[in-house]
């Protein structure tokens, strides 16, 4: 089973909704969380980490962590068809723990114009 | 910025036969690497982690006699992969680390994209 499960496999949202990703560890190890997201033939590219309790906002992207459960989302505000990609959610035991980071298997975001 | 440049993009070659990928960083000290293999199901596998002056630690499945890496300064690493075979078939990925950041983000190249035939 793997460590770092994503729901759903693809969504679907239209230009300007919001769009909301999950991510849980079924490893207590796993304590620090980032978000990443990868475009059609290009590498992951890091857009956010979560490693306290709580929310964090950059721009449009929230992201919430609650370590009790191991669970954490990404909420897109006002999404664009830019940002229709695969998202990755990543853990790793420890903050300065480089050599850990676990990804999830991805949620395919797609925006709609 | 930080970037990280991996060539070749894609790269077909025989059953058995080797071939090799390497990564630059650019704009920042790559003091740390991660190899990873994406599946085309798109899957993460951690192949080997490598630090600068220090031991490659390979993850388990992987080895240095299959995959040897190289990373002899703070902006280059390559990786070889030894007799490739159709299960080796993915998108290699180079992710550096910056050591002056104390953020532990990892930059991506675009990815070497490995088909065997």
């Given at each position: 089973q793997q460590k770092v499960q994503q729901s759903p496999e693809s969504?679907?949202?239209?230009?300007?909704?919001m769009a909301s990703l999950n991510c849980t560890s079924s490893d207590r190890n796993f304590q620090y969380f980032w978000w990443y997201r990868q475009h059609?033939?290009?590498?992951?590219?890091?857009?956010?980490?979560?490693?306290?309790?709580g929310d964090k906002k950059e721009g449009r992207f929230t992201a919430h962590l609650n370590k009790a459960s191991l669970h954490v989302s990404l909420h897109i505000r006002d999404s664009q068809p830019s940002d229709?990609?695969?998202?990755?959610?990543?853990?790793?035991?420890?903050?300065?723990?480089?050599?850990?980071?676990?990804?999830?298997?991805?949620?395919?975001?797609?925006?709609?114009? | 910025g930080a970037l990280v440049y991996q060539y070749p993009r894609r790269t077909i070659?025989?059953?058995?036969?080797?071939?090799?990928?390497?990564?630059?960083?650019?704009g920042f000290q790559a003091t740390s690497v991660a190899w990873y293999r994406q599946s085309p199901q798109k899957t993460f596998e951690l192949i080997a982690l490598s630090t600068v002056n220090s031991a490659i630690k390979y993850e388990q499945n992987f080895t240095q006699e299959k995959f040897p890496i190289s990373h002899p300064n703070l902006?280059?690493?390559?990786?070889?992969?030894?007799?490739?075979?159709?299960?080796?078939?993915?998108?290699?990925?180079?992710?550096?680390?910056?050591?002056?950041?104390?953020?532990?983000?990892?930059?991506?190249?675009?990815?070497?994209k490995l088909s065997v035939l």
């Open positions: 969504l679907s949202v239209p230009e300007g909704g059609s033939g290009e590498g992951p590219k890091a857009l956010m980490s979560i490693f306290s309790d229709s990609a695969l998202y990755f959610c990543a853990a790793s035991p420890q903050s300065g723990s480089f050599n850990k980071l676990t990804f999830g298997a991805g949620t395919r975001l797609a925006v709609c114009p | 070659c025989k059953s058995g036969t080797s071939m090799r990928m390497e990564c630059q960083a650019v902006s280059f690493s390559s990786m070889t992969v030894l007799n490739a075979y159709l299960e080796d078939r993915g998108l290699y990925l180079c992710g550096a680390r910056d050591g002056a950041n104390s953020n532990e983000r990892l930059f991506f190249g675009h990815g070497t």
